[in-house]
Every structure is written in structure tokens, then in C-alpha cells.
């Protein structure tokens, strides 16, 4: 299961027309040659796929046995986002694990305060690639902020002896091996990997279901040579991620013209100038698809651009902006697709917009799916269970 490769005059050059020369793997391969570091090798165990980059290069996507690094965010604002991903694993038979070890990346802090430091951002980042390692699992981001600063990590790493030795002073503390995983992987790159055994498994009808895309800023324009790319979508001038799983499901991806800009969270002004932020996000981007595409549904594959776009619109609404599209992320949009409960396992409730118009386009019965999950939410409110169990759903 192999990506066709990008034809030469297609791909992407850098500012001064040349392929960029780096290549981490090969990079990490020599400093763990040297006694540097230890490299997270992908095994057969862990059934990669092989796709490639914007460059080119080759990237293995594990399948199973994965190490799941939540996002703070996702597990605050949209819970809807893990779950879905969890449930896609289980529903697909891969085996996974939730750890209970894992810590915050703390990338927020550093882009938007610049209150950290490199080896601090860096020991982080390790400590947790030495977790998955000792725990037997291979890592699989969902956070595209940690995602891009992982990689951003991996760079400085290689590229700094003073910084790997910091780094090592610190895990020898905490008694953990120094590890970087072989490849950095983004939960959206296992699902668009996947998105045809997805489409396999689905149940509900898309093809009258119209979807606009945002591309996360942090995961194709972080060392945007590592985000995936596909000369079959938009002649492999834009990431393949989210815009593959509209295609595979059948559901109509329609083009707007501020598809590369910011959704508007931004890091620092979401927290210093958040008006700013919703209204970039309402104008620019939501008001744009609005009017060039009118999209029933906007897929993006990071924490912050959903909560950014979806709930962003409640100001733009006082107004009476364009506004009103319901903010999904790829992971949840499958999910449907193959018949996930909306509330009980999308968690559709916690989103802002409306999403009900959408869900009765897809053939789904809101009402019902409503008075079910209530049912088992007065469980929980009762003490009869302590939580809803997957199983339930």
C-alpha cells in the first residue's frame, strides 16, 4: 500500500529552487551509531505504510501498536476528538495504547509566551518519546502543534550536541532513556493512510454532503517537508491529509480561496488580542467558504483550528455575519461515516455551531441519538456508572 510518487515538475522547491538535504531519519541513524541517542525503530509489529512527503522522501506511517499522545486541548474543549480517534482504532482492530504517563508538550507555552527554553521544550518532548519506548508503543501525535514542534525539536536536536547533552542531564534524572522516534508521526496521516478500510466500514451516504478543508498551519508549514502530499489531489500542491478522507468517503471537497491562511488561533493573539483571533477566523476563513464554496461542513485535523473556527463564530453571529458552518475534525467526520454515535462518541454537543442540519444530511436521526445519550447521562448523574463506556455506544 504505496503512495504513487509526486512527478518531478509537480513537486514543491524550496525558496532557492533546490530539494531541501535534510533527511532526520538517516540523521538519527548516524547520531544513535554514535551512542548519542537511542533511535524508535518502526518494526514489522507495528505494520507501517510507506507514503511520501512534499519532498519526496519516503515516510512510514505505523498502523498498530501506537502510543497515543493526547492533546490538552482536544481532551478540554473538543473530547469528541480523541474518543473518535480511539474509536477508529478499535473499530479498525489496531491495537493501541492510552497512557496515563504522558505530559503536555507545553509548545503552547513556548510559541505563545516565549516563557520557555530549548532544552526545557526538548526534555519534554524526550520524556515522553521514552515512555512510549519503555511502554512498547510507537508514538502518534494528535496535536498538530505538538506535531510541528516535536519536529522542531528533532531539528535542533541533530543539529546540537550542547542541547543533547542538557537534554541528557535532565532524563538521567528522571532515570529515562534519551529516545527519538524514527519517524514523527500525526494522527491524521494514520487516518488518511486508513481512510479506504474507512470507507469500507461506512454507512451513512456523504455524496450530498459538501466539505471545505482547512489545513493546519503546524503540520504543513512546520518543516513542511515531512507533511504528506499526493500527486492525485490538487496535482500535489497541497497537503493530502483530511482532503483524501472527503474523497475516500464521497462527500463533495469544494475550494475556497483562503485555504492557506491561518485559521486565526495563532498562539499568541488567541491569547493577547482574542478579537482579533475571532475575527480573523470568522472573516477570513469561515464568511470565504461561506460565500465561494457554502460548505455544509469544514474539516481540519488540529486541536486549535477546530475550537478556533467552530467557536469563534458565536461573536461573528451578534453581528449577523455569513457565518453558521459546523467545524468538524477528519477523525469525528469518519467516525459518522461508519455509523459512531454522534454524542456518545463524536460528542457533537460540545461544539458551537449547530451541527443537527449536518447530521440529518448525513441520514442521521439527531433526535433519537439525543434521547440515548441522555439516557446514559442520567446514569452517570445518578451513580449507577461512573462514566459512558464505549461498550454502550
Known amino acids: 500500500m504505496k503512495q504513487l510518487p509526486l512527478k518531478a515538475k509537480e513537486r514543491v522547491f524550496d525558496r532557492k529552487g533546490k530539494m531541501p538535504s535534510e533527511h532526520y531519519r538517516e540523521q538519527l541513524f548516524e547520531l544513535e551509531a554514535k551512542g548519542e541517542l537511542i533511535v524508535h525503530r518502526l518494526t514489522d509489529e507495528h505494520k507501517p505504510v510507506e507514503i511520501e512527503t512534499k519532498f519526496g522522501r519516503t515516510k512510514r506511517i505505523p498502523l498498530q501498536n501506537t502510543w497515543h499522545h493526547k492533546s490538552c486541548g482536544q481532551c478540554g474543549h473538543i473530547p469528541g476528538y480523541s474518543t473518535t480517534i480511539f474509536w477508529l482504532h478499535r473499530e479498525l482492530g489496531y491495537a493501541y495504547c492510552d497512557p496515563k504517563e504522558q505530559t503536555s508538550c507545553t509548545a503552547w507555552n513556548y510559541y505563545a509566551s516565549s516563557t520557555s527554553n530549548p532544552a526545557a521544550q526538548a526534555a519534554v518532548a524526550l520524556r515522553n518519546f521514552a515512555q512510549a519506548y519503555e511502554d512498547g508503543f510507537f508514538p502518534l ?115 475556497y480561496s483562503t485555504w492557506h ?23 477570513r476563513k469561515i464568511e470565504r467558504m461561506k460565500e465561494e464554496a457554502d460548505p455544509d461542513v469544514t474539516l481540519t485535523h488540529d486541536t486549535g483550528c477546530v475550537t478556533t473556527l467552530d467557536k469563534s463564530q458565536f461573536a461573528a453571529q451578534a453581528h449577523d455575519r455569513k457565518i453558521g458552518i459546523p467545524v468538524l475534525a477528519d477523525s469525528q467526520f469518519a467516525a459518522l461515516a461508519m455509523g459512531a454515535h454522534p454524542y456518545m462518541v463524536c460528542q457533537l454537543h460540545w461544539h458551537g455551531v449547530d451541527n443537527r442540519p449536518l447530521l440529518e444530511k448525513m441520514g442521521i436521526d439527531h433526535e433519537k441519538a439525543w434521547a440515548e445519550f441522555e439516557v446514559q447521562a442520567e446514569r452517570v448523574k445518578s451513580g449507577e456508572v461512573e462514566f459512558i463506556s464505549w461498550e454502550d455506544c
Open 141 to 255: 501525535i494528535h496535536c498538530g502543534t505538538s506535531y510541528g514542534h516535536y519536529k522542531e525539536v528533532r531539528e535542533q536536536l541533530i543539529h546540537h550536541k550542547e542541547l543533547r547533552d542538557q537534554v541528557r542531564r535532565v532524563l538521567d534524572k528522571l532515570g529515562k532513556p534519551m529516545v527519538f522516534p524514527e519517524e514523527v508521526v500525526h494522527y491524521s496521516e494514520w487516518v488518511h493512510v486508513v481512510r479506504d478500510q474507512i470507507a469500507e466500514r461506512q454507512v451513512k451516504n456523504f455524496e450530498n454532503v459538501t466539505v471545505t478543508v482547512h489545513p493546519a498551519c503546524h503540520y504543513h508549514k512546520l518543516i513542511a517537508e515531512d507533511a504528506i502530499y499526493d500527486s492525485e489531489l490538487y496535482d500535489g500542491q497541497r497537503t493530502a491529509v483530511v482532503s483524501s478522507v472527503v474523497r475516500a468517503l464521497g462527500a463533495k471537497l469544494a475550494d
Open 261 to 283: 491562511d491561518c485559521c486565526g488561533f495563532g498562539f499568541r493573539h488567541i491569547l493577547v488580542s482574542r478579537d482579533f483571533s475571532r475575527s480573523f477566523a470568522t472573516i
